[in-house]
């Protein structure tokens, strides 16, 4: 597939995957990121990761049932 260059880029650092998910965290500002760091740091207490329109990832285990 070619690269969508109007596609965000996940903002962690060091990670250059397509963000497919934005984080809303409650002490900082939202993140967009990759579904690999949505899995991961949706686990934390308060942090809600929104699915991206145009993804088709599926949704991070836990995060959405709260
Ligand atoms: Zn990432």
New binding site residues.
């Given amino acids: 597939m070619p690269i969508d260059t109007d596609s965000p880029r996940?903002e962690?650092n060091g990670?250059e995957?397509r963000a497919t998910f934005e984080l809303h965290i409650p002490w900082k500002a939202n993140e967009l990121?990759?579904a690999?760091?949505a899995r991961v740091k949706g686990r934390k207490d308060g942090i809600v990761a929104d699915a991206l329109e145009n993804t088709e990832d599926e949704f991070p285990n836990g995060a959405a049932n709260r």
């Fill in positions: 996940c962690i990670c995957d990121v990759c690999g760091h």
